[in-house]
């Protein structure tokens, strides 16, 4: 069975870096699309980044040029490379895997928070 643990969050200063990652205890094979999604308070959650099984990626219009999604499929691991951190990026942040047959995953969440 899959599942998904989110690690990496913290407390960073604005400007600062984070690299968040996801262990994957199932199978990388079957998935169509793993992505970073965040929830900040007061707020909908939205799809940060994505990466599909052939490696084409796709960012939240904020966060291009500062945040990089990408996998290690060997290690069964998602990661997200956050520079140039914000404010606003202030959210707990959630793994997310799609699976071909329409299976979805999803991690417990890690909170990132960005400071003045």
């Known amino acids: 069975q899959v599942q998904l643990v989110e690690s990496g969050g913290g407390l960073v200063q604005a400007g600062g870096s984070l690299r968040l990652s996801c262990a994957n205890s199932g199978s990388v094979v079957g998935i169509k699309t793993m992505g970073w999604y965040r929830q900040a308070t007061g707020k909908q959650r939205e799809l940060v980044a994505s990466i599909t099984r052939g490696g084409d990626t796709n960012y939240l219009e904020s966060v291009k040029g500062r945040f990089t999604i990408s996998r290690d499929s060997v290690k069964n691991r998602m990661y997200l490379q956050m520079n140039s951190l914000k404010p606003e990026d202030t959210a707990v942040y959630y793994c997310?895997?799609?699976?071909?047959?329409?299976?979805?995953?999803w991690g417990q969440g890690t909170q990132v928070t960005v400071s003045s």
């Open positions: 997310n895997a799609n699976y071909f047959l329409n299976r979805d995953y």
